[in-house]
């Protein structure tokens, strides 16, 4: 996929993502259009008054989301010798219009005959399997289509596996399945395609991507970005430090990475290069900011949502674990800009690059209350995700009915057009995220097939192969799953890469770790997985969003990437802090003056980190003054740590924090006196 991308922008980019490739005839364009706006409104009416079964509900969002598919991305993006037909893009050819009807009705089928396929439950009929056999396939197809062929190779290879089980060596042997057993599994039961993760992205997830493309169209992303211009532009590598603070602001509503480059990077980029960033950097200080926005609480990425469920606690809980990692790895990246302009000698923006801030915060301010009363609904009223979210979106509505209104007015157009262009812009923010829900909803779908082949009896299989692999070494294993998190990342989405490493591996890193007396939360085990599947968006060669940003900054995509992945190791770092010492994810902590002294700790933590990591802190660092970065760092993150090593009471592990931040101020001191010396 990387040599496919190498010349396209970003807009491109991020039209694939979303399957907008086609060139469509008006009617076909109104033919997308309904097709979108009833899924959105399908989707408003479940948390408020449509009351189905949840098994109806997700074949309902399949069926949306298969039919829209097919209807918008051509079989190949790139004319064929002799495949032409298969890659017209600029119509949509009768085989697709087949494929897209054929989709939805096999997805609905276990909708349609809900009640008899109950009553023969594990005895399908001649029926069932072929309705099952051209779900698979299609399914399959639609998902090579949207992401990519990875999931979809992943996918069959575990079918074949299911079938050839018996045929393999000792070690991965199998008892096999028949295909009756197979489909009864993955296409009839909620095992399988309509399983936990396509229930999540059904109840939950499509609402906050509805809400993230609405305040979009609204023009809430410009007003982030704006916002954080005023507010930190005048400061050292002030545009670098915006375009975080940006990025992770829209990364709230976003859950990807390449949405968030579209909507900032070409505010934030040009003005990172006009300071004196290489294109390089500039491009990978965004690529690493829009990256992580799927970290930050409290609405995260879709693969968060799953979490809660697999984990089984309530979205809150997620929401708390994931706040200090979350927080701690942006403040590294602040950093990381900071000490990049130090280092380059970069100042702030000049006065007439930087938006007055009263000035922005008065134009734009509407746009915070729906996501103030999200925030107030499932941190305050604890309120389900879903409800929180349809409730802002409602308020949403009216937000945007008020802005247009009083802009028409301004401009002397009357209240009328104001009400309609609110309507036209709801509609295009219900079709744009019908859009981006394809490729979480199809993900999710393609990965509940090798769910349902875990669950039919290989998961101790694939935990032994995994423990012999790691030898029963938890570091070995941990590093084992961040490295394949990482490559199957390459070609899968954040929330197909998580469910497929965390239906494989998270079980196993917790069952290793107490071998060796290692407590280590299953909620910390999720995360971790979590992590390295974001942190796979930026991976070289194929991470997207670097050739995104690369697009925009017009800097070359592989070292954008490979720059973006080293910015991004105060991630992976914190990550594998906080499987050891779960202090970090806030497990048993509920004392707000204890997390408040663990969240102040791991930023200077982090601080000290990317001392290490970027080779300077007040100056350029010397070779001695490494170990004591390094020190520092592990015990503010770490102090149970250090407590074992010298055999102390671990109850008594934070009374070796001030060691940590001696040890920090120190070598700070002792660059000061250096620079003095000079």
């Known amino acids: 996929m990387a040599v496919d991308t190498k010349h396209k922008s970003a807009i491109e980019l991020l039209r694939e993502e979303t399957g ?19 899924w959105a409104l399908y989707q408003l009416a479940l948390p408020s008054v449509l009351v189905i079964d949840s098994t109806q509900e997700r074949a309902i969002h399949l069926a949306f989301a298969m039919t829209l598919l097919f209807l918008l991305m051509p079989a190949f993006q790139r004319p064929r010798k002799h495949l032409g037909y298969f890659a017209v893009s600029d119509r949509i050819p009768i085989i697709d219009y087949a494929c897209a009807v054929l989709g939805a009705l096999t ?17 399908p009929i001649t029926v069932d399997l072929v309705s099952g056999s051209i779900l698979v396939i299609l399914l399959l197809e639609a998902t090579r289509r949207i992401i990519g062929p990875a999931l979809s190779v992943i996918a069959a290879m575990f079918t074949l596996y299911a079938f050839f089980g018996p045929y393999m060596p000792d070690l991965l042997a199998f008892k096999g399945v ?39 169209k609204a023009g809430a992303g410009r007003f982030f970005t704006q916002l954080a211009l005023s507010f930190l532009g005048r400061f050292k590598g002030g545009a670098a430090k915006a375009a975080i603070v940006a990025s992770g602001a829209t990364g709230l509503v976003s859950g990807s990475s390449i949405a968030n480059i579209v909507t900032t990077g070409p505010f934030t980029i040009p003005l ?14 965004e690529v690493a900011a829009s990256t992580d926005g799927q970290l930050m609480p409290p609405i995260m990425g879709a693969a968060a949502f799953i979490i809660a469920e697999y984990v089984n606690v309530p979205y809150i809980e997620v929401v708390k ?15 990381i800009s900071h000490l990049e ?38 941190v305050y009223l604890r309120h389900s995700p879903e409800l929180a979210a349809f409730r802002a979106i409602i308020l949403l509505f009216l937000v945007i009915f008020f802005q247009e209104v009083r802009r028409t007015i301004l401009a002397k157009k009357g209240f009328g057009s104001g009400v309609i262009r609110g309507f036209q812009l709801i509609i295009e923010g219900f079709i744009q995220g019908s859009k981006n829900m394809m490729s979480v909803a199809l993900a999710c779908a393609s990965a509940g097939i090798i769910v349902g082949v875990v669950n039919m009896g290989i998961g101790g299989m694939i935990s032994a192969v995994v423990e012999i692999l790691s030898h029963g070494n938890i570091f070995l294993l941990l590093i084992i799953t961040a490295m394949a998190s990482l490559l199957i990342g390459m070609g899968l989405p954040t929330t197909a890469t998580y469910i497929v490493m965390a239906s494989l591996t998270a079980p196993i890193i917790v069952e290793v770790g107490s071998l060796f007396d290692f407590i280590i939360p299953l909620m910390a085990a999720h995360l971790f997985c979590f992590y390295f599947g974001i942190l796979a968006d930026d991976t070289p060669p ?33 990550a594998f802090m906080f499987v050891f010492n779960p202090d970090l994810i806030l497990h048993n902590i509920n004392s707000w003056p204890q997390a408040l002294l663990i969240f102040c700790m791991a930023l200077i933590g ?55 931040l001696v040890v920090y101020a120190l070598v700070v001191l002792v660059q000061k006196l250096r620079m003095k010396g000079k």
């Open 542 to 574: 194929v991470g997207l969003a670097a050739y995104a940003a690369s697009a925009i900054a017009d800097s070359e995509p592989i070292p954008t990437g490979i720059q973006g992945f080293l910015y991004d190791i105060r991630t992976s770092c914190i």
């Open 606 to 660: 982090m601080s000290s980190f990317e001392c290490f990591a970027q080779g300077w802190c007040l100056t350029k660092n010397k070779l001695y003054e490494i170990p004591f970065f390094l020190s520092a760092a592990w015990i503010l993150f770490h102090p149970g740590g250090l407590a074992n090593l010298l055999g102390i009471d671990p109850a008594k592990k934070y009374y070796l924090f001030p060691i940590g």
């Open 107 to 123: 997805a609905l089928y276990l909708a349609l005959f809900y009640e008899s396929l109950a009553m023969r439950a594990g005895s």
């Open 341 to 378: 302009a130090s280092k380059l000698g970069i100042e702030g923006l000049p006065p007439e690059d930087i938006p007055s801030f009263w000035g922005t915060l008065k134009e734009g301010i509407h746009y915070l209350i729906p996501l103030g009363v999200l925030l107030y609904e499932l």
């Open 20 to 38: 907008d490739v086609r060139s469509l005839r008006p009617f076909e364009r109104y033919i997308v259009g309904v097709v979108a706006v009833l």
């Open 321 to 335: 674990a994931a706040a200090i990692p979350a927080f701690a790895s942006y403040f590294g990246l602040f950093c």
């Open 178 to 216: 028949s295909l009756s057993k197979y489909l009864s599994n993955i296409t009839l039961s909620t095992e399988g395609i309509y399983g936990i993760p396509l229930g999540v992205s059904s109840a939950i997830v499509y609402l906050f991507v509805l809400l993230g493309a609405l305040l979009d």
């Open 272 to 285: 990172m290069k006009k300071i004196g960033y290489p294109a390089k950097k500039a491009a990978a200080t």
